[in-house]
Nanobody, 121 residues
Framework: QVQLVESGGGLAQAGGSLRLSCVASGSIGRVDAMGWYRRAPGKERESVAIITSAGSTRYADSVKGRFTILRDYTKNLVFLQMNSLKPEDTAVYYC???????????????WGQGTQVTVSS
């Protein structure tokens, strides 16, 4: 069984910073890409930032230059450093990871339970 557990959400003022963390645990053979998604009220879930097993990163245009995704490969951790927060960043943030229970073979996506980020103006 694989679990993703997020932490670090909360309330911040516009212009402030928050750091989200996510750890993958359980029967893990290999972790491929890890990433962060968010769902704002009344909107569909969107990709925020992704980091591959090789360290390549991709960001949504709306967060480029403000958010940074980092990864600790030895501990199956992924972080999202969020700076210069805006009220429109308010959303539930979800961690996602492509994980295989074997060292080789196909992986599947797993999701965390989500953590609320609220940015006040």
């Amino acid at each position: 069984q694989v679990q993703l557990v997020e932490s670090g959400g909360g309330l911040a003022q516009a212009g402030g910073s928050l750091r989200l963390s996510c750890v993958a645990s359980g029967s893990i053979g290999r972790v491929d890409a890890m990433g962060w998604y968010r769902r704002a009220p009344g909107k569909e879930r969107e990709s925020v930032a992704i980091i591959t097993s090789a360290g390549s990163t991709r960001y949504a245009d709306s967060v480029k230059g403000r958010f940074t995704i980092l990864r600790d490969y030895t501990k199956n951790l992924v972080f999202l450093q969020m700076n210069s927060l805006k009220p429109e960043d308010t959303a539930v943030y979800y961690c996602n990871a492509d994980i295989s229970i074997l060292a080789y073979g196909g992986s599947r996506g797993y999701w965390g339970q989500g953590t609320q980020v609220t940015v006040s103006s």
